[in-house]
């Protein structure tokens, strides 16, 4: 079953969070985000054009002032954003884990180097 992860765009769909914006519920949303995923399960938050702007020039300034950015939890380097990702091993609903790109790029290259088997072996 598809798992989003966080800072994900999602389609909206008529279901629990609805389809008008969180904060303006009188329109409706054109785009909805996960704010929060784990092994749990996700919360999503619904923007109009205007509540996507914000949040648009929000990650804008906060790219621009590395004070306001994200320490990564493996390398301790400051990022604008981490990255969300989940291990495969643990499956698709496994926890959900931060890191800055490079340790997410590291990740998945081990990832693939442990799980990609040259044919030529046989
Ligand atoms: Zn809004
Ligand atoms: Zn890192």
Same mark, same amino acid.
């Given at each position: 079953?598809?798992?989003?992860?966080?800072?994900? !765009?999602?389609?909206?769909?008529?279901?629990?969070?609805?389809?008008?914006?969180?904060?303006?519920?009188?329109?409706?949303?054109?785009?909805?985000?996960?704010?929060?995923? =784990?092994?749990?399960?996700?919360?999503?938050?619904?923007?109009?054009?205007?509540?996507?702007?914000?949040?648009?020039?929000?990650?804008?300034?906060?790219?621009?002032?590395?004070?306001?950015? =994200?320490?990564?939890?493996?390398?301790?380097?400051?990022?604008?954003?981490?990255?969300? !990702?989940?291990?495969?091993?643990?499956?698709?609903?496994?926890?959900?884990?931060?890191?800055?790109?490079?340790?997410?790029?590291? !990740?998945?290259?081990?990832?693939?180097?442990?799980?990609?088997?040259?044919?030529?072996?046989?």
């Amino acid at each position: 079953m598809y798992a989003p992860l966080p800072n994900h !765009f999602v389609p909206i769909s008529d279901d629990e969070w609805g389809t008008n914006c969180d904060d303006h519920p009188e329109r409706r949303a054109i785009k909805r985000i996960c704010v929060e995923a =784990d092994s749990f399960g996700a919360e999503y938050s619904n923007m109009c054009q205007e509540c996507l702007d914000e949040f648009n020039a929000y990650k804008q300034q906060k790219r621009d002032d590395p004070e306001q950015w =994200d320490t990564c939890p493996r390398c301790k380097n400051s990022v604008p954003q981490l990255s969300s !990702f989940r291990d495969p091993d643990e499956g698709s609903h496994g926890p959900v884990y931060h890191r800055c790109p490079d340790c997410v790029a590291k !990740f998945w290259k081990r990832w693939e180097e442990e799980n990609c088997y040259d044919d030529d072996d046989y």
